[in-house]
């Protein structure tokens, strides 16, 4: 398959905390050590608005950094943040036009300016996520991923998890620290557990550090931090 990459350069934060720089790489290292054959990883969330776009995006570049080769995927083509978070002022093509059809995949795959980090945004905003991520395009695209690069990271829309959790290796859930209900969080779970991928475990986030306990007495300056679960019940 002949690939034209088109580049973007990506804007961070430059404001962000050394601790959730550190939360990032401890959330990467235990998905390296979370066996072998771990190649295709989804991130997912119950609810929008989770911090789950945040916390994939922030993984693929932490992955990324390792040396190997890694594709970020937007697949959350309802409600996508990610061109605006990154800084992207170009035209950019995505998922949804290739999956339609409208663009070939060397047209939404772009080389970034960090190392090893190439990204497939979400492109305009489709009405029936659910559908076209069941298209063969869609598998196609993950197969070939699968050839090409070391990691691949899925940003996943809650409503299409289900879909695309059975071509992935590996599933993470985001969760809100006290935003959801202990069952809306199970349900969540048990979704995943029928597509037969496996759940690493649960990443809590925008945990509130201004309280007591353990966390407070050496993060405590620190309003936002995201903690990891590895084969834990969600909680």
């Known amino acids: 398959m002949a690939i034209q990459n088109g580049f973007i350069q990506i804007i961070q934060d430059e404001k962000r905390d050394y601790q ?7 959330l990467r290292t235990n998905i390296q050590f979370s066996g072998n ?3 295709v990883i989804m991130l997912t969330s119950t609810m929008p608005d989770e911090g ?43 998922l949804t036009q290739y999956l339609t ?17 190439d990204i497939i945004f979400s ?7 659910a559908e076209l991520l069941s298209e063969d395009a869609f598998s196609k695209l993950i197969a070939w991923a699968r050839n090409e690069y070391d990691t ?4 996943t829309p809650p409503l299409g998890s289900a879909i695309i959790a059975q071509r992935c ?12 209900s202990y069952r809306l969080v199970q349900k969540a779970k048990s979704q995943l557990e029928r597509t037969g991928c496996r759940i690493l475990g649960a990443v ?13 007495r050496y993060y405590g300056k620190y309003s936002k931090y995201t903690k990891y679960y590895e084969n834990e019940p969600v909680k």
């Open 20 to 26: 959730y720089e550190e939360a990032m790489k401890t």
């Open 37 to 39: 054959g771990l190649k």
């Open 52 to 94: 789950k776009s945040e916390t994939s995006s922030q993984l693929a570049i932490s992955m990324a950094q390792t040396e190997g080769r890694v594709l970020f995927i937007d697949a959350d083509i309802r409600k996508s943040v990610l061109v605006s978070r990154f800084g992207v002022g170009q035209q950019i093509y995505g």
């Open 101 to 117: 059809g409208q663009r070939l995949l060397g047209e939404v795959l772009y080389h970034t300016n960090l190392p090893n980090l």
């Open 123 to 129: 492109g305009p905003m489709a009405p029936n996520p």
């Open 152 to 155: 691949i990271i899925i940003d």
């Open 169 to 180: 290796d590996g599933a993470i859930l985001v969760v809100e620290s006290g935003a959801l």
């Open 204 to 216: 809590l986030n925008r945990v509130d550090m201004a309280g007591s306990g353990y966390y407070h």
